[in-house]
């Protein structure tokens, strides 16, 4: 059974520039949320999307947004990069969007802004 | 909000010890807590799962205790070995707030041979 598979794994981006990454879930999960992982600030929620509609969505600037599509998979986009934005982004999915259910996490993607 | 803290941030233990890693939680109104292993530069493994309702979860060496009352969870290893070096991260799932999971900052595992 295929794992969380996220692309690319690695990405270096110049300031000023948008970035675009992938997390295919689980086969048969709906759920998919995506967090950010820095040294400073531990991992933070950004998102969450089920059956292609933002569910839940943390706190962070416009500049980060993202989508499902109907086969699941999600994209998130973050435009205009700072160089606080490096960072390794990871996604998780569930089987569906109700508590109880637990997360299985992709193995990111490693993000770097110069 | 929500906020977890895991104590000790490092721990550096000689194989073979049993050991137990913190994790605390500030609101006790949780629908489950789940215990994450994640190796350098890598995504999370999911270890352990306990539902609220739950006391306690047991995998392999591995036994993860919950007690929501007090806010408090602990992930015991039995028999530790080199190939648990890793940091070990808690993350519990609450009733209110949006956010999907809040983690712990984590703790960095050393298991010396």
């Known amino acids: 059974k295929a794992g969380v598979t996220q692309t690319p794994r690695y990405l270096i981006k110049t300031r000023g520039q948008q970035v675009t990454l992938s997390c295919s879930p689980i086969?048969?999960?709906?759920?998919v949320s995506w967090y950010q992982q820095t040294p400073g600030q531990g991992l933070q929620f950004l998102f969450e999307?089920?059956?292609?509609?933002?569910?839940n969505k943390g706190n962070f600037p416009g500049r980060f947004s993202g989508r499902q599509f109907s086969n699941s998979r999600s994209e998130m986009n973050v435009s205009t990069l700072e160089l606080g934005d490096s960072a390794l982004y990871l996604c998780?999915?569930?089987?569906?969007?109700?508590?109880?259910?637990?997360?299985?996490f992709g193995s990111g993607t490693r993000l770097t802004v110069v | 909000k929500q906020e977890v803290t895991q104590i000790p941030a490092a721990l550096s233990v000689p194989e073979g010890e049993n050991l137990v890693l913190n994790c605390s939680f500030t609101?006790?109104?949780?629908?489950?807590l789940q215990w994450f292993r994640q190796d350098p530069g890598k995504g999370l493994t999911s270890l352990l799962l306990?539902?609220?309702?739950?006391r306690e979860q047991t995998s392999g060496r591995l036994n993860a205790s919950l007690d929501k009352s007090s806010g408090r969870s602990t992930l015991y290893i039995a028999a530790s070995q080199p190939g648990d070096s890793a940091t070990y991260l808690c993350?519990?799932?609450?009733?209110?707030?949006?956010?999907?999971?809040?983690f712990g900052k984590g703790t960095k595992l050393t298991v010396n041979p």
């Open positions: 086969s048969g999960h709906r759920s």
């Open positions: 306990i539902q609220s309702s739950q």
């Open positions: 999307y089920f059956s292609e509609t933002q569910r």
């Open positions: 993350a519990v799932s609450s009733q209110g707030g949006s956010e999907k999971l809040v």
């Open positions: 998780a999915s569930s089987f569906v969007a109700e508590p109880g259910y637990g997360y299985t």
């Open positions: 609101d006790s109104a949780i629908y489950n």
